[in-house]
């Protein structure tokens, strides 16, 4: 039954067409991310995702990357447990004060070389938040941030462009 | 017999609607605080202001609600947490924030303040400071006892926040959780913000459920100014609503199998999840769908192309999900890990007034859909799940039930909805005035409380999210239960941690 049943939902939700421009859109995006990642890691890119005092919303689509449209581990790029085992840190929300101290200590614990990224309109400058008692503002106040990603939150395909750029930038400063 | 009947007052505030605020003295503040131990009345809210203190509560029978003042003129009050538990961290909240000392407290450990933001009590107006001591979690004592510290980050893609496990062996003998990591002085920025920046941070408060927030911030706002919505705008709120609900609830379902090692679950779930946000995407522009509904109405209208796309998503959901039902229902080793696991006691869920499914899978049978029937639930037909186990399996099933009443619904307001306005313009020249509402988010209720000055600007708002009151019944559920199974407790709770760190 179990079998019958995955056949036929894998089959049917993969080949249904999607809508033509994020279809085009996600190809070139998976050529070039693994050509990048093939020439600078290996086809291995670490990411460790700390939430310093986001609203839950990026959250919400950096999971999404994980789901069988954007499938980000195709590229080489794989969410990991700990810092130790991390290269890039992924980092969401305004920094809150509460969350700064935990957000030092994870980027310390992180193996260089390794690269930050800041995601979402809060991590950038504090966003809504900004000018807050309880928020540092923007996570490059906190720690070294190698690339942004804007977006409110950004969407699944901007945070793969996102990291496409990060891998260019690394291979330009490499 | 009204709500209010057997709670002596000084006077009600013209200006709070659409349910009464009365300011009350000691006797009447003892009065209310006795309703809530009794059972007859629960705690809706628990909030603070300079110089008073705030407590909303609901008549589930009669579907009444009210909302007590204190006025603390010696910068106290007394307090509820010491006679009905479920005020502690919104009494603890109200201490760090205003700096109000509740008389007397048991338990008066800061909640929110972690001693970083460089200043004590930052609501309070006045430059005060307090003692900081490190914080002691309370102490569990007995042989071969030992301590499990995990957090604030974690090892999956989730929100941060502490919890301190005492364990003998595999066995938790107790949880504690240390939260308000991410909080973020919301209260803080709302005052003096406009309608527009306001609505914009209680988009922002649970990314999660940013239409329910917005929903019961708008409602709000709308009943502190005495506005009606067109109907058009409703049955799009409603709908969106129930769009985050489903996209919430496969998450949730997929998520708690993937805690019990069940990818495939979490694999089919997610392309439903990912289904429906782009359904959302293509008919509000926005695939968590923030900044759409807006005091008044809605910013924009469903895009043509929205009700296609949404009948579409009905269909593949309807066609798909049954045969998930099926899977989840018939595979032993799944529910070996969900069944018994994680209990609730009803008692408990009752006395919290535990929102969403961790109420309704312990036989709390409240939503506020259902009765408080704010528009345009009152023109809708669905059923309210309710379940007795209160086990994770249980927390399962409601997200299941709920899924097939939101596919109803979303079906019903497709074929209801008439074209028309969708907003409404604020009155220009009312004077101060507040409001209260209660919105259905995914998890549970959501209050939200503001008081407008007469420019319509934001003077004080107060969000209060369905996970402040189910946060303390996983400490709970957890006991006794082994460290392993905590992930899987967590996720079939799922709260929010950006909504009650505020």
Request: charged share 20%; net charge negative.
């Amino acid at each position: 039954m179990r079998k019958t049943l995955f056949e036929s939902l894998t089959h049917g939700s993969l080949t249904e067409p999607a809508p033509a421009p994020d279809e085009s859109a996600l190809a070139e995006l998976a050529t070039k991310v693994d050509r990048a990642a093939q020439a600078r890691l290996g086809r291995s890119l670490a990411i460790r995702e700390v939430d310093a005092g986001s609203c839950n919303g990026c959250e919400l689509e950096i999971h999404a990357l994980s789901n069988a449209f954007y499938d980000i581990e195709r590229f080489g790029l794989r969410f990991v447990a700990s810092p130790r085992h991390a290269d890039v840190l992924l980092v969401t929300g305004p920094v809150t004060k509460n969350m700064r101290q935990a957000l030092e200590r994870t980027y310390n614990a992180t193996p260089d070389p390794k690269w930050v990224v800041a995601v979402g309109g809060c991590a950038i400058d504090g966003g809504i938040f900004r000018g807050s008692y309880a928020c540092v503002g923007g996570v490059s106040e906190t720690v070294p941030v190698d690339l942004h990603i804007t977006g409110c939150p950004p969407s699944p395909t901007d945070l793969l462009k996102g990291l496409l750029a990060l891998l260019e930038h690394v291979s330009a400063k490499g | 017999m009204g709500i209010l009947d057997s709670i002596p007052h000084v006077n009600a505030v013209p200006s709070h609607r659409p349910w009464p605020r009365v300011v009350v003295t000691e006797a009447g503040w003892q009065a209310a605080i006795d309703r809530l131990v009794e059972g007859g009345l629960t705690l809706l809210g628990l909030w603070g202001e300079p110089t008073a203190v705030h407590m909303a509560m609901l008549d589930a029978g009669s579907a009444e609600i009210a909302v007590v003042t204190y006025e603390c003129t010696a910068g106290a009050f007394p307090s509820v947490a010491s006679r009905h538990p479920p005020a502690l961290r919104l009494e603890r909240t109200i201490h760090d924030l205003f700096g109000l000392v509740p008389a007397v407290a048991d338990d008066l450990r800061p909640w929110l303040d972690h001693d970083v933001w460089g200043k004590s009590h930052p609501l309070s107006g006045r430059n005060a400071s307090r003692d900081v001591r490190p914080y002691q979690f309370l102490p569990s004592e007995g042989e071969a006892l030992h301590q499990v510290a995990v957090g604030p980050v974690h090892a999956g893609i989730i929100e941060p926040g502490h919890f301190r496990f005492t364990a003998n062996g595999e066995h938790v003998v107790r949880l504690e959780q240390r939260l308000g990591y991410t909080h973020k002085g919301i209260e803080s920025l709302m005052q003096g913000a406009s309608l527009e920046a306001a609505a914009k941070l209680a988009n922002r408060t649970s990314g999660d459920s940013a239409v329910a927030y917005a929903f019961a911030f708008a409602r709000a706002a709308e009943a502190a100014l005495d506005i009606e919505v067109p109907r058009r705008a409703t049955y799009l709120r409603a709908l969106m609503a129930e769009l985050e609900r489903l996209a919430n609830h496969f998450g949730d379902i997929g998520a708690i199998c993937n805690d019990a090692s069940f990818a495939l679950m979490h694999a089919q779930t997610g392309i439903l999840r990912e289904r429906t946000l782009r359904a959302a995407d293509a008919a509000f522009g926005h695939r968590l769908m923030m900044d759409v509904v807006v005091p008044g109405g809605l910013a924009r209208d469903i895009a043509p192309d929205g009700i296609p796309a949404l009948r579409t998503l009905l269909a593949e959901i309807k066609k798909v999900f049954p045969l998930l039902i099926e899977l989840y229902d018939n595979t032993a080793s799944l529910q070996d890990r969900t069944v018994t696991t994680g209990i609730v006691k009803a008692d408990y869920a009752r006395q919290f007034g535990a929102g969403g499914y961790v109420g309704r899978a312990s036989g709390r049978n409240f939503d506020a859909r259902r009765t408080l029937a704010y528009a345009p639930y009152d023109l809708l037909s669905f059923e309210v799940p309710v379940l007795e186990a209160g086990d994770v399996n249980a927390r399962v099933w409601i997200r299941i039930r709920e899924v097939e009443q939101s596919v109803e619904l979303i079906a019903q307001i497709l074929d209801l909805m008439e074209p028309g306005e969708i907003r409404s313009a604020p009155p220009a020249g009312r004077g101060a005035c507040e409001g209260l509402a209660l919105t259905e988010a995914f998890r549970g209720d959501v209050m939200a409380w503001l008081r407008l000055d007469g420019d319509l600007r934001v003077e004080r708002c107060h969000l209060r999210d369905a996970s402040w009151f189910q946060w303390p019944l996983l400490e709970t559920a957890i006991e006794g239960n082994i460290i392993a199974d905590f992930p899987l407790c967590n996720k079939s709770f799922n709260c929010s941690y950006s909504g009650a760190d505020l």
